[in-house]
């Protein structure tokens, strides 16, 4: 799995002008408030991933 997850907002300031940080696996920073923050996967929600089993359009 690939650590394509790119924030477009700081979360703390909500500049765009974020960088990767280097230490890497999804490590930013931002350079307007010149904070570092990491995203992590905490896994999936318990309802799972919808399906779509080719049922068809029932709704
Ligand atoms: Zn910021």
Known sequence: ???????????????????????????WECAACNRAFQLKFLGLLTRGVPHNDGGGDEI
């Open 1 to 27: 799995m690939s650590e394509r997850a790119a924030p477009f907002h700081c979360p703390y300031c909500g500049d765009e002008d974020l960088r990767p940080n280097e230490t890497g696996h999804g490590a």
